[in-house]
Structure formats: structure tokens, C-alpha cells
T-cell receptor, first 112, second 119 residues
Framework: GESVGLHLPTLSVQEGDNSIINCAYS??????FIWYKQESGKGPQFIID?????DKRQGQRVTVLLNKTVKHLSLQIAATQPGDSAVYFC???????????FGKGITLSVRP | GAGVSQSPSNKVTEKGKDVELRCDPI?????LYWYRQSLGQGLEFLIY????????KSGLPSDRFSAERTGGSVSTLTIQRTQQEDSAVYLC?????????????????FGAGTRLSVL
């Protein structure tokens, strides 16, 4: 069946380094993707999104890259900070009226 | 309020009891979603409302689970005869998907969740 998944369950990075969180998706009909951040005890928080007609989008310290050829999505965080420690989820949507399908999540741990 | 509000924030109940979880979405958001998140796991989709109707109930795990939405706003998720495996955080999200617009965004905004513990 169709699924959205993440390659690694945990990622540990040094404070100040760049982080790259990867996500694979299998639904070729997906047209919209979102990255969420979830801190302990809180609901997921929107970080950045990208439509399928783009391959890159930048926000504040974050960049999302989309490679439709290999069905791969990544989130890059520049100059990772302790406050970036959280679980990150990718989500995809197949069509304007479809629900989001979430990946399993990856934990980002920032070492001081 | 400005964000999605869920109540209660924590609920402890005994096995076999019924519970009701409430979600107040962001004002004006037409779509409302319920998810379940077990400890250290991802988000499990339960049900989706567009207005007061639920076009997708595919995620409800059993007939003990039901949800309703009234006035296109507040939603209640009811779990009857709770079991220990129902223990989880129940998250609600709302969005304004712009139905019919092909490239419309569907950013879902989440509440903080209700942590349900069934003893």
C-alpha cells in the first residue's frame, strides 16, 4: 500500500551543525508535502511545506527539498540549536481533497 | 482562542468507562481531524470532518469509537467501554483546505492533545 516513511528513527547532531532529515514516500500522486515538529508534551507544529511543482523551498533556517524522481523529501536545518530538539514528521497529500498521511517520525537530538 | 483547544488535557479513567474528548478548532476552519498517538509513535488518523459531515471515518479502530461535530465547530470524540490499549494522546487538528482548488494548501494546525490513561 501507499506509505510515507522515514529512513532513520533518531538523529544526533552537534549544536551549530546543519541537520538533514530524510523522508521517503511511495504515492506518486502526492502533490503536497509538509514538515511538522513536535516537542515533548505538545502537538505537532507546522514548519514548512512544498507543492509538487517545486523542488526547493526555503524558510527561516530551514529548507525543504523534493525529489519526485526518487520520491524523496528532506528537511535541512541550518546551524542547529538546542531548541530544535524534537520529533520531526513528514506528511504528504494526494490531491486537494485528500487527508494528510504522516510518516513515523524521527527524533532530532542536539548535543551541546 | 487563536489556536486549536482540546480538553481535558489529561484524562484518567477505569477500564470499561466511557470518555468524551473535546476539540475547539480555529475559528473559520472548515476541516477538523482526529488522530491518535501512542507513546513514541507516529500519528494514527482516526476521522476527518468537512463541516459537520465525516467523509472519512476509515481510521476509527472499532465501533467503540465515534465522533461528531456540531455547528461546523466543536467536535467530540467518544470512546465507549474503554480498554487499556486505548491509552494514548488524542490529537485534534483543523485546517481550511480551500476545497476544489487543485494546489490549495492544507496546513493542519494541532492542539496540544488529550492524554488518555485507561487503568
Amino acid at each position: 500500500g501507499e506509505s510515507v516513511g522515514l529512513h532513520l528513527p533518531t538523529l544526533s547532531v552537534q549544536e551549530g551543525d546543519n541537520s538533514i532529515i530524510n523522508c521517503a514516500y511511495s504515492n506518486s500522486a502526492s502533490d503536497y508535502f509538509i514538515w511538522y515538529k513536535q516537542e515533548s508534551g505538545k502537538g505537532p507544529q507546522f514548519i514548512i511545506d512544498i507543492r509538487s511543482n517545486m523542488d526547493k523551498r526555503q524558510g527561516q533556517r530551514v529548507t525543504v527539498l523534493l525529489n519526485k524522481t526518487v520520491k524523496h523529501l528532506s528537511l535541512q536545518i541550518a546551524a542547529t540549536q538546542p531548541g530544535d530538539s524534537a520529533v520531526y514528521f513528514c506528511a504528504e497529500r494526494a490531491g486537494a481533497n485528500s487527508k494528510l498521511t504522516f510518516g513515523k517520525g524521527i527524533t532530532l537530538s542536539v548535543r551541546p | 482562542g487563536a489556536g486549536v483547544s482540546q480538553s481535558p488535557s489529561n484524562k484518567v479513567t477505569e477500564k470499561g468507562k466511557d470518555v468524551e474528548l473535546r476539540c475547539d478548532p480555529i475559528s473559520g476552519h472548515t476541516a477538523l481531524y482526529w488522530y491518535r498517538q501512542s507513546l513514541g509513535q507516529g500519528l494514527e488518523f482516526l476521522i476527518y470532518f468537512q463541516g459537520n459531515s465525516a467523509p472519512d471515518k476509515s481510521g476509527l479502530p472499532s465501533d467503540r469509537f465515534s465522533a461528531e461535530r456540531t455547528g461546523g465547530s466543536v467536535s467530540t470524540l467518544t470512546i465507549q467501554r474503554t480498554q487499556q490499549e486505548d491509552s494514548a494522546v488524542y490529537l485534534c487538528a483543523s485546517s481550511n483546505p480551500g476545497t476544489g482548488i487543485p494546489l490549495a494548501k492544507n496546513i493542519q494546525y494541532f492542539g496540544a492533545g488529550t492524554r488518555l490513561s485507561v487503568l
